[in-house]
């Protein structure tokens, strides 16, 4: 094929179907992680909090040396963002402490599912509740700005076991027997699943929880393509657009919730004042800046608290720094050797 000028162009490659094989191990590695899940869930109550504790810092050192990419992709996001502030050591030692927070986020969320709702409430702290309760109070139902921070899965469980309407809005693993498990342990905590695909029916279902003055979470840390464009960390990066279309659509508030670790370790949802979106008669310039709004709120909790971000949904796709550095030899014709 050619294209006006008579270049040659390649052909474009056309969607392939797995194979059979493909497709067995597909599902057979979704099997596996359902199992595993439902058997670790299941022996939560029967383990001693303590000896939970070091299995997990146990799985967190395996899994920091087998999931070589992720940890990779964490330290060169943590690089670009974090070289002028703190030395090499320093960096390393915050990836760890980073990885390390998501283990014991995934041990937590396991154990609260056998958790009361007292006791739930005991275990998750709550600073500034008066600011949830004054944007629930407008009959709009609350938009819940929130990132992949600290014990981020807490927040939902925490609030509603002190009986607020919470939905969430999560992006289902691809088999959908894996997904309706997940579903069903977070219906146990009493937290309604809003799928984000697709986009149509995500936004309807968001309509809907707000419409009936329900709190919905919105994970909006995750810069990759196809966002509008912000400065986040000191670097250009596309960030998500509806959380910021939705809160002008609708007219409900968003309110910034994380859930940050005390110094001792213990979890607390700290909620905070109702964030203020740019109105204006041209639509993009709205969505343009309350983007940009929304963005230093998340900038500022992960400043704040940057080993207890899991760091991966910054600088997604941008190039290693040996790649960047690597320049281009300048070619040499025949004729000037």
């Not at 939970?52 to 899994?63: F, G, P, Q, V, Y």
């Not at 599912?113 to 004054?134: A, M």
């Not at 309509?207 to 912000?230: N, P």
């Not at 596309?238 to 809160?247: C, V």
Request: hydrophobic content about 45%.
């Amino acid at each position: 094929m050619r294209d006006e000028k008579g270049t040659r162009r390649k052909p474009r490659r056309k969607f392939r179907r797995r194979s059979a094989v493909a497709q067995f191990l597909y599902h057979a590695r979704y099997r596996i992680a359902e199992f595993a899940l439902r058997g670790f869930v299941a022996i939560l109550p029967w383990v001693p909090l303590r000896a939970l504790s070091l299995c997990t810092r146990a799985a967190a050192w395996l899994t920091f040396g087998c999931l070589w990419r992720y940890r990779r992709r964490m330290a060169q996001n943590i690089d670009l963002a974090m070289a002028r502030d703190l030395a090499a050591p320093e960096r390393k030692a915050l990836l760890w402490r980073a990885w390390n927070n998501f283990a014991r986020g995934v041990l937590e969320t396991g154990v609260v599912v056998h958790f009361t709702k007292e006791r739930i409430l005991r275990f998750v702290g709550i600073e500034e509740e008066d600011h949830l309760k004054r944007a629930l109070s407008k009959g709009k139902g609350v938009i819940a700005l929130s990132a992949h921070l600290g014990a981020f899965t807490l927040i939902g469980p925490r609030l509603a076991a002190a009986g607020y309407p919470f939905s969430v809005v999560v992006k289902h693993p691809g088999d959908a027997r894996f997904a309706r498990l997940l579903d069903q342990y977070r219906a146990r905590l009493g937290i309604a699943t809003i799928s984000a695909r697709p986009r149509r029916e995500a936004a309807r279902g968001i309509l809907k929880a707000l419409r009936q003055k329900r709190i919905v979470l919105v994970i909006a840390d995750e810069f990759k393509s196809g966002g509008l464009m912000v400065d986040f960390l000191g670097r250009p990066s596309p960030a998500p657009r509806g959380p910021a279309t939705l809160a002008l659509r609708t007219g409900a508030p968003a309110v910034p919730i994380f859930a940050p670790r005390r110094p001792d370790g213990s979890p607390v949802a700290k909620i905070g004042e109702e964030v203020e979106v740019a109105r204006s008669d041209d639509v993009e310039q709205s969505v343009a800046a309350t983007t940009r709004i929304f963005t230093r709120h998340l900038e500022d909790a992960v400043r704040r608290y940057p080993d207890q971000w899991n760091w991966l949904g910054f600088g997604s796709g941008e190039p290693s720094v040996k790649r960047r550095r690597k320049r281009r030899r300048p070619k040499v014709s025949s004729r000037s050797a």
